[in-house]
């Protein structure tokens, strides 16, 4: 079992930054990609970014150039910075991790940026 908490949700301006934790707890074997996913009201869940054991990165183009994913091996924490937020970046935030076969994902924190 891995358990997956995020934090560093909030309000925010247009044009200004957040950063968001997802500190992972619990069986750690095995786990390879983490990432970023985000669920605007009536829309489906959607890739922000994503990062392998490795460093390596995937990113949603509606985020490339703005927002930043990185990993913290030691802490089992990853973390995705965002810059210039838009309206278009509310939603809720969820952070997964992929383990084998299982998936896991975190409760998700709100982020909701004001026009």
């Known amino acids: 079992q891995v358990q997956l908490v995020e934090s560093g949700g909030g309000l925010v301006q247009t044009g200004g930054s957040l950063r968001l934790s997802c500190a992972a707890s619990?069986?750690?074997?095995?786990?390879?990609?983490m990432g970023w996913y985000r669920q605007a009201p009536g829309k489906q869940r959607e890739l922000v970014a994503t990062i392998t054991y490795g460093g390596r990165t995937n990113y949603a183009d509606s985020v490339k150039g703005r927002f930043t994913i990185s990993r913290d091996n030691a802490k089992n924490t990853v973390y995705l910075q965002m810059n210039s937020l838009q309206p278009e970046d509310t939603a809720v935030y969820y952070c997964k991790a992929d383990k084998t076969i299982y998936v896991y994902w975190g409760q998700g924190t709100q982020v909701t940026v004001s026009s």
């Open positions: 619990g069986s750690m074997f095995s786990i390879n990609e």
